[in-house]
Nanobody
Framework: QVQLVESGGGLVQPGGSLRLSCAAS????????AAWYRQAPGKQRELVAD???????NYADSVKGRFAISRDNAKNTVYLQMNSLKPEDTAVYYC??????????????WGQGTQVTVSS
């Protein structure tokens, strides 16, 4: 019923910046944790960053100081600002909205993925 639509990916040179967006297709309650994951060819999917409904954030060590996750609950949208991009950031990036209670997922939806390529 609810879809997450991603945008903002593309080709960028090392040191450049991109801003990814992930928007729910309709209004939803904002109790979820939002996250960005990425997956490079031949590698496991990894958590890049997440943010709680109240704004608490968590980052992978590899992106700390370079990436920033944020959310606009009124717009049902989460963002990932990516600065000082490196070739190793190249991957398909996926957003996820999730709520877990007592170990059970009540809400778990994913975006379609957007390609980020960092190359000169």
């Amino acid at each position: 019923q609810v879809q997450l639509v991603e945008s903002g990916g593309g080709l960028v040179q090392p040191g450049g910046s991109l801003r990814l967006s992930c928007a729910a297709s309709r209004s939803i309650f904002s109790i979820y944790t939002a996250a960005w994951y990425r997956q490079a060819p031949g590698k496991q999917r990894e958590l890049v960053a997440d943010i709680t409904y109240s704004g608490s954030t968590n980052y992978a060590d590899s992106v700390k100081g370079r990436f920033a996750i944020s959310r606009d609950n009124a717009k049902n949208t989460v963002y990932l600002q990516m600065n000082s991009l490196k070739p190793e950031d190249t991957a398909v990036y996926y957003c996820n909205f999730k709520t877990v209670v007592a170990g059970n997922p009540l809400f778990d939806i994913w975006g379609q993925g957007t390609q980020v390529t960092v190359s000169s």
